[in-house]
């Protein structure tokens, strides 16, 4: 039997367990409320929910792998492709739309429309430089490295911060190919 | 019988069913459990009439390039073999006439989601410690027996 082609984003997000929309959100904004509680920098808080959303990232490209049925990626561009409409759908509902490929092709923006994880929210004037969404970038970059790509994953526009979308920005740094782990003389 | 390895070798599962005769011991056939595989992926990838670029034989490869094998069969068992792209292997080793394993092990690789990747007690990287996920995984392969 062939394997099974590629399912698309809603068809999954249709078959996954949800949660409901606004326990989410809530749920979040306590997560960087506490955080900016307890450590009070907002460059730690930033680092802090960059961290979570590695370690999150590096469990959920598992499952996504594993729902999704995507073949693997055979460069950068489809990767992109795949985590803006499969990922970002099947996890949070929304697609992005990938744009701004640079001339090698080792750097796009993922441009967000909407953003659960930011309904409600306003930012104080003390938090100014706080990425309410780190935790995204984080993810995004936790998952490429599970499959030997390292990134770096930067915020661009922030909703929060006046502009008009959220745009992530991710620049392939090296794709690490698999090393055999064990010494030859063992 | 079953293994599960991740991108690093580490052996995150081992379980046997019905094996007669041990050969090594545990750690020696886990390390030529993975290192063969890792040769076999190795070799297939360079040996593809298909594809066009072609490295030295050695180079390590990255995950998604390549063609990638996924069963052998000897005249005693067959072994069929499944890799994610972020490196995790799930290898069974059953009797030759079993048909294409390719489905059961994506089902296991769900398994494997469901009960062991969401598990917030699981460090990755370590081997697996999951009661639940070693009934699942038992009852499932049971049945396909």
Known sequence: MPPAAPRSGDAIFANVERVNAELFTLTYGAIVRQLLTDLEEVEEVNKQLDQMGYNIGIRLIDEFLAKSNVSRCVDFKETAEAIAKVGFKMFLGVTASVTNWDADGTSCSLVLEDNPLVDFVELPDTCQGLYYCNILSGVVRGALEMVSMKTEVTWIRDMLRGDDAYELQVKLLKQVPEEYPYKDDE | ?145
Not at chain 2, 45 to 68: F, I, R, W, Y
Not at chain 2, 109 to 134: A, H, M, Q
């Open chain 2, 1 to 145: 019988m079953m293994y599960v390895f991740n991108r690093n070798g580490v052996c995150l599962l081992y379980r046997e069913w019905n094996r007669p005769l041990r050969t090594l011991n545990a750690q020696q056939d886990h390390k030529l459990m993975f290192g063969l595989l890792f040769s076999l992926k190795s070799l297939t990838a360079k040996m593809d009439p298909t594809n066009a670029e072609k490295g030295n034989l050695g180079v390590p490869q990255l995950p998604g390039q390549g063609c990638s094998f996924h069963s052998f069969r000897t005249n005693t068992y067959k072994l069929s073999f499944m890799e994610s792209p972020s490196g995790i292997k799930i290898i069974l080793v059953t009797h030759p006439g079993t048909g294409d394993l390719r489905e059961s092990l994506k089902y296991i690789y769900n398994l494997y989601v469901e009960y062991v990747v969401k598990n917030p007690l699981y460090s990755p990287g370590t081997p697996i410690r999951s009661e639940l996920f070693d009934k699942t995984l038992d009852q499932y392969v049971r049945g396909l027996g």
